[in-house]
């Protein structure tokens, strides 16, 4: 219908004869298509304008769901009923992109106490009034267009949102939540974060049918369906959590390729679908704990991130859910804020094979928009000409490079100890060996887990590697499942171990202080000290910091990941460890969960469970800490 008008406009009608006329038409014609690209013939125009809710603690998701929209309908009009907090945010924002956007702002909300819980407000019975002030939004948006579209706050815009056909003919457009009908009894059928109207007696009638409707305005929806002329919207559209999370049983690791390969791919042009169509908007809920909408967004991160077509709405989302631990934790915003750059240190000195590997893996590992910098140090060595040529000749696109080449042997314990000298105590890095196979969403958990634990006093450090050892005599060899969550274990995990680095300057410290405890770091009920005893001094460091740590009550975090899974495998090349290459102990990790608990289950050097700990990154007064009642770290 949207190019049919376009060529009537440049009068191009049936009375045209000739080639050149045929040729006009040719150009127009293409001229149309440029303008507006192929659809489904199911779909026809996006809606004449838009209608949201922002206020409180969804003023951020909202900002971002304005952000989303721009991106990809950058003059759209837009008109929120929000507060006038949400306002002045809205105006310090500096983006070009929304502003952009015609956005219309009703400052509604300023009556409701939007400090309070949701359960809260209705138990003062005014949750039911607080949401029907969509009404305002939509009421506000058909004054002046003929047609508007209501997205939740927490909504996240992937594509151009097109109506389908027949919504040339209907009242109302609804999106059921596609969900069992035992689900849909208690919470409706439609979902009341998504709906499309053109008539003006909706808002009213929505009002008064939640005022009897069993839960709010959503199942609301479903007396309005009966009395407007309604359509419904695919999977495709508001694509939300509740959609996903049935598939799975609670407490089973969610597996992309194992749970939504049927239903969820990339097309041929890179953008997502959903059951053969493209997917155009995501119910994201960044702000909601648990255990599902979590797991959901990072889901669709992954997806984005095999969509070259949505790169923009990727970085967007990422950054959002970084900073979704500062918005449930406010304390881990000051963490994130006053890091610096992240420094990655590589140690190598002959095995040119193994350091190519790596320096592979850590190129095409995710960093998102974070500056990450990069030093490779090379151990003196008469064979490590080939080495340092792969070094200088890396190149490193995610921030600065620096080569390092010692002029005499170090040996592997003097390495560890001169790899990384952070200048502040909240500065971030990492310390790998040459011989480590990375999954490539390594880095996107690690700062999430210092995001979220950052602060936490008895925290030495942070270890990609699967926890396997129980070095307490007799040792053996045993895994603490934890249900696949981080856990605190006080031995160190050298196989990507990122040391915590206020703990790590006080260990060099005392490692340069010349203490008699230096020259025999006991710790006599653990085998590692019998390790040290017997091998090669120069090549064990981690005895001297399981001292340490074992004097000052420190751990390490670790989590053991499903399938046998890690985020860093150690290939067990030849060199100071080992007289031969044995190969790859674990397989790295393509699918890796963010959800970082309030607590942290906390074992001792038997891997017998201790207590729980709240790190002080978590707000104490967070509802789940609260109910957990776990312990700060002494």
Known sequence: MRRTGCLKAHGVGAGCRGWPCMLMLAMLVLMSLSAYPLTSSREFRKPSSYASMIGGRSTME?????????????????????????????QVLNSTTLLQLQILWLPVLDKYKLSLTRKAMVKHRVWNRFQMEKGSAIRAALKWHPDTLYLDADSFVLGKILLPMEAVHMELGLSPHYIQEKYEAKHGKYNGGFLWTNSERMPEAWTKASARSRFFDQAALEELAETFKTFTFGKHVNLGWWQLCQKVRRNESLSVEEEFQEEIDIDTAGFLRMNGRRVDTLHAHLLTPGVWCPQFNEIMLRYLAKAPALKEQLEILQWAQRAYASLAYPQAEEVMEATPPFTIVVL???????????????????????????????????????????????????????????????????????????KTTNARGIVFEDDILLSKFWYRWLVNAWARYGTCKCLAGISLQRQTLVPKKPSRRYEIVNHHQPFLYPLVGSIGFSPHAERWLSFLKWIESGSPTLSDPATPDL??????????????????????????????????????????AHATAKGEHFRRTLGQDFATASDVSLIMPVSLNTYDWNAKFLWQICCSTVNRTHPVAAQIGCRKCS
């Open 527 to 568: 085998v590692t000290y019998d390790w040290w005893r017997n091998g090669d001094k120069r090549q064990m460091w981690t005895q001297h910091f399981i001292h340490f740590c074992n004097r000052h009550k420190l751990f390490t975090l670790y989590i053991n990941l499903p399938h046998k899974k890690t985020l860093a």
């Open 348 to 422: 190598t000195m002959n095995r040119h094979e193994s350091l190519a590997q790596l320096l592979k893996a850590l190129a095409s590992s995710y960093y998102g928009m974070d500056k990450v910098d990069l030093t490779i140090k090379v151990d003196h060595a008469p064979d490590n000409a080939k080495v340092i040529d792969i070094a200088e000749d890396f190149v490193w696109d995610f921030g600065q490079k620096a080569v390092e080449v010692s002029s005499s042997r170090k040996g592997l314990a003097r390495a560890w100890f001169d790899a990384w000298r952070p």
């Open 62 to 90: 909202g900002l971002l769901m304005l952000y989303s929209l721009a991106s990809v309908d950058p003059w759209a009009s837009v008109y929120v009923a929000g507060t006038g907090e949400g306002l002045r945010s809205l």
